[in-house]
């Protein structure tokens, strides 16, 4: 089977995958934002009472986990954006150029205190 | 600038853009992984009380903003995998693979009872 | 064992509970913050895919299950007002002031789509 | 008005919140837990950029902030047990017997590392 190489490859096999198993009709974008919340979670229980600094060092175990529940985030997120005819990338694009704005350089740089967002 | 088309420039402009503000040394995995389920609870949020049926028919101004909602979540994504090395795409064959497996196409087609995951 | 009866009962077994295993050591808020947020999601992942009136008709089982989330949910709820020294009953009747005042009766009488909160 | 000390009278005169404003049409379960995820997503925002050790340290601005959100989750959480009339404290009883077992002292002091839940 041909190699997902980028976005656009992943969003044509999981529209694939969907089709396949006649899942569309499950997928109202309400239903796939909570699946996403719900992966979501899942990756954060893998990081309840580390450290922030123990979180760098995961296990090849912990890693091949997490890596997992990345790929479930990234699977809701591109079917959310599928069904409301989202363009993934225009929208980070726009959003990107949003936040340069709201956190410029010089007032952001080395703080935390005062962003809550990327 | 750079049109961002591909998830490969946009891990590239978000690693400039967390450079530039010296922001790398809050973004622990542990960290990064409760800003993705933030932003994944700020999605929800415009679901609440929609039926299934509304939220396929969002106006342009609340998909304006899950738009860019749903760029927030990707942003978050790709910043956790950058921190631990992971190739997200190289996870979501993976991963797809698994599911492939999981949900074999002849006793799931159309059934969304036995699933809880894509 | 004494009957659970009253928020302050839980309150004191949950103290016990964590003391007798050391494990306030883990429970910084963030960390508390953190596991209420993944048991929320693991609660949502019963309803991903119900009707909303389907959620209303859940079987012995389901209810069963979800019970014990609920559950989860409110023994890190406590467990974080407990390390913050919240009380969370008069955190509730402040808030529910606050949302009498910001949903007044007149105009939220069977509207939706003004509110996100309770 | 009566004053809130216990969770029987906060679940009461939530039911009358609710009634008031006609409310319970769109209480669905389903939606209710959406709701408190979402909230739980809100709570977690305060602690993202935080060190374990400074979530320990709120300032009172923060902390005035802070429990206003828990008492949003603990309002969801009572209306979604209202709603599948669950008994909240009975099903806490319930999960804490469950985990009595699961953890047992002996085996779980001091120890994070096997345990995700509490």
Not at 34 to 51: N, S
Request: charged share 30%.
């Amino acid at each position: 089977m041909k190699r997902i190489d980028s976005l656009q490859a992943l969003h044509q096999r999981l529209n694939e995958f969907v089709a396949e198993r006649d899942w569309e009709q499950f997928h109202y974008p309400k239903n796939v934002a909570m699946a996403l919340a719900a992966e979501a979670g899942e990756l954060l229980e893998h990081f309840l009472w580390l450290t922030p600094e123990q979180s760098d060092q995961l296990s090849k175990e912990q890693l091949a986990e997490v890596e997992l529940e990345a790929a479930d985030v990234l699977f809701f997120l591109i079917r959310f954006c599928d069904r409301l005819d989202i363009d993934l990338l225009q929208a980070a694009e726009r959003k990107l150029a949003i936040n340069e704005k709201k956190y410029p350089v010089a007032k952001s740089r080395g703080k935390a205190t005062k962003y809550t967002k990327l």
